[in-house]
């Protein structure tokens, strides 16, 4: 987990994430790595005791985490949710805004980049699950 | 019409400096091209068989002179003196340098365009009617309602890597100039029974390997809905469009697959997740958007009459002008189908000459439509006259709108690396053999469409006659198919039979336009007779 770069204060979860299948035949278990495929609404029953939800992403052109992420944070999950797999530079942003706030890369990326390419953007266009002001909204207040 | 406002233009702005950056980064090696390659490409970024190709939006196809002059100015600048028009409303021009493009984009933003999602597997230009706002039979300007999904698509985060791209097209007429049911999702503006506008959504049509037309999915969506819908439609998809097979991987075959009934309601199940979700822009943006698609001052007094005692200036008017809801003016278009011409382009000194006469004439405005043309949406008709001689002396006043030399061809193997034939040189030879206007004529409206593959960027599916360049044995061939079309009786063409070779499948239109004159019935257009006749007649007549 060296190469994990996190946007949470707390503090970093040291179970490791297990796969879906066997998180949903084990109680106890308190992080899941799902993969690009699976369905992220079969986690919605124990988002409580969830604190790592890892979503993985075997090409950086398969956008279906980006989805997975939203669905997750709609439904009001507030643990950690990492980004991992081929996680590249200008992805992070809309990962972001989808609501990761851990990137876990197979390749490293510098954090300093990380955080420009993160923040280069005052403004957005879509209300989504980072709850960040969309233009619209500050159009008319 | 639209107009950005101070966190439009910060957005394109930003988009400028972030491209300076990953072009310098891809220069210096620090990205390689498969890194790469998915930055370029939404920034409109193709590398083609010789060059880079470079595709800049024009949003639901409006453009100003100003932004007009500019598009002659990046040909002249960074091109070969000229662009060419798309069937999506947009221009591209074929011989960019990458060290180029961030100066581009930055010429773009300094009058309010951009290259953004021109391509890539994201939403790209939301396309609409190129009559809008001046055609009597809309029921409201579809402008608006594609300028908030352009705001709304740009940059989405979710919906930037989709299995495959994504083309919205926006109309509010019965009257489909905008091929709507031949997108991803095609919207119509309706009124419900309170009155109240809202959208009908059409999803899963498309052409490319397996034609769909869209089937109607929601008769009406409310204009503070029109998000969460949207929204809702893409998820769907985004986790259930098929990623292992590109070809297969369109919304179209999503629909297809799982059943229109199946799609429909996982989209209505998420819609009614994602409606509490706050997505929607409050209606009072619908209406500060609306305020910028006002008519403009139009003269009330202005004649009715127009002069035709010039033959070559009559029969352009009879050809080229559509009626304009306001009496007095008329929608004027530019045929840019010359003879012997490449269908969509125009050389810098033309688009800057349409510039100044949508400045001088039309309220300084301009469409781009599907089928590769420029629109003076707002004309004077007693200014018809001086316009003509304008763009005739510029070789812009071809008097062949709809009729079979005003073809669509996609850039085929001249440009493409895609393709398996040429297309443009067919569209060329074609419009050479039916040079004569008299006989074009008396052909009627006739849609003619060439695609150079199975990719169908020429829509030759949606052709009256369509033809599609295949390589047959390391030669090309030419297929020839009958029935297609992209407006409200949307239909797709069938293949005849048999191949032919570029000659060949010349005559083979000129034995079935021959069949045509010879089976019409009164008022009958080309389509109407293969519709009532059949293609078997057809075939009979070509293949013997």
Avoid at chain 2, 441 to 470: M, P, T
Wanted: hydrophobic content about 35%; some cysteine; overall charge negative.
């Amino acid at each position: 987990m060296g190469n994990t770069i996190r946007f949470r204060d707390d503090e970093v979860h040291e179970e490791p994430a297990v796969a879906l299948d066997s998180f949903l035949d084990q109680s106890n278990a308190t992080a899941v790595r799902i993969e690009a495929g699976e369905d992220a609404r079969v986690l919605l029953p124990y988002l409580d005791r969830l604190s790592l939800i890892e979503i993985d992403f075997p090409v950086f052109g398969d956008g279906r985490g980006y989805s997975a992420a939203q669905i997750l944070r709609e439904s009001g999950y507030t643990g950690e949710l990492r980004a991992s797999g081929d996680v590249l530079l200008d992805q992070c942003a809309h990962m972001r805004r989808c609501g990761f706030d851990a990137f876990s890369p197979d390749s490293p990326i510098n954090p300093q980049l990380m955080e420009e390419a993160i923040s280069r953007y005052e403004h957005v266009y879509q209300a989504t699950s980072d709850q960040r002001k969309p233009i619209w909204s500050i159009r008319h207040g | 019409m639209y107009q950005y406002d101070q966190y439009d233009q910060k957005m394109v702005d930003t988009r400028v400096e972030e491209f300076r950056d990953q072009v310098k980064r891809r220069l210096a090696g620090d990205l390689t091209e498969d890194q790469f390659k998915p930055l370029r490409l939404m920034n409109g970024l193709y590398l083609q068989l010789h060059a880079y190709m470079l595709r800049v939006a024009v949003p639901y196809g409006t453009l100003s002179s100003k932004q007009m002059r500019m598009l002659a100015h990046i040909a002249r600048k960074y091109d070969r003196d000229y662009g060419h028009f798309t069937t999506r409303q947009n221009i591209q021009y074929n011989w960019i340098k990458l060290e180029d493009a961030p100066d581009i984009l930055a010429d773009l933003a300094s009058v309010e365009m951009h290259a953004i999602q021109t391509s890539g597997n994201c939403i790209r230009n939301i396309s609409s009617d190129q009559f809008a706002g001046a055609t009597a039979d809309e029921i409201a300007d579809p402008r608006p309602w594609a300028e908030i999904l352009r705001q709304w698509s740009s940059f989405h985060p979710e919906f930037s890597y989709l299995p495959r791209k994504f083309k919205f097209a926006v109309i509010a007429s019965d009257t489909d100039r905008a091929a709507m049911r031949l997108h991803d999702i095609g919207i119509q503006l309706v009124h419900n029974d309170a009155g109240e506008l809202g959208a009908k959504f059409f999803v899963g049509g498309g052409m490319g390997r397996t034609p769909m037309i869209a089937p109607e999915i929601r008769d009406f969506v409310p204009a503070d809905e029109l998000i969460s819908y949207a929204e809702a439609c893409l998820r769907v998809y985004n986790r259930y469009g098929r990623r292992d097979n590109k070809y297969k991987a369109r919304i179209k075959i999503l629909v297809h697959e799982l059943g229109q009934e199946e799609y429909t309601r996982q989209v209505e199940e998420e819609f009614a997740h994602m409606k509490q979700l706050g997505l929607n822009p409050p209606v009072e943006e619908l209406a500060r958007i609306t305020q910028y698609f006002q008519d403009p001052p139009f003269d009330k007094q202005a004649s009715v009459d127009i002069d035709l005692s010039d033959p070559d200036f009559a029969l352009w008017v009879d050809q080229n002008i559509s009626a304009h809801k306001q009496p007095g003016y008329a929608i004027a278009t530019i045929s840019l189908k010359p003879r012997g011409g490449i269908p969509g382009d125009a050389s810098s000194a033309q688009i800057d000459l349409m510039a100044d006469l949508a400045e001088q004439y039309s309220f300084d405005e301009l469409r781009v439509t599907h089928s590769q043309n420029i629109v003076l949406p707002h004309v004077k008709k007693s200014d018809l006259y001086a316009i003509w001689q304008r763009l005739d002396e510029a070789g812009l006043a071809p008097a062949n709108l709809d009729l079979i030399t005003d073809s669509i061809a996609c850039p085929g193997l001249d440009y493409c690396s895609l393709a398996n034939a040429r297309s443009i040189p067919l569209a060329q030879k074609i419009s050479e053999r039916f040079a004569d206007l008299g006989r074009q004529r008396e052909l009627g409206e006739l849609k003619l469409k060439i695609s150079g593959c199975i990719n169908a960027c020429g829509h030759h599916h949606a052709g009256h006659i369509g033809i599609l360049g295949v390589d047959r044995k390391g030669t090309e061939n030419y297929q020839l198919l009958l029935g297609g079309s992209g407006a409200e009786d949307a239909s797709l063409a069938k293949i005849t039979g048999p191949g032919f070779t570029e000659d060949g499948v010349i005559d083979a239109i000129e034995t079935v336009t021959d069949l045509y004159l010879e089976q019409r019935e009164e008022g009958e257009r080309f389509i109407d007779t293969y519709r009532r006749v059949g293609m078997a007649r057809f075939k009979e007549a070509i293949y013997g």
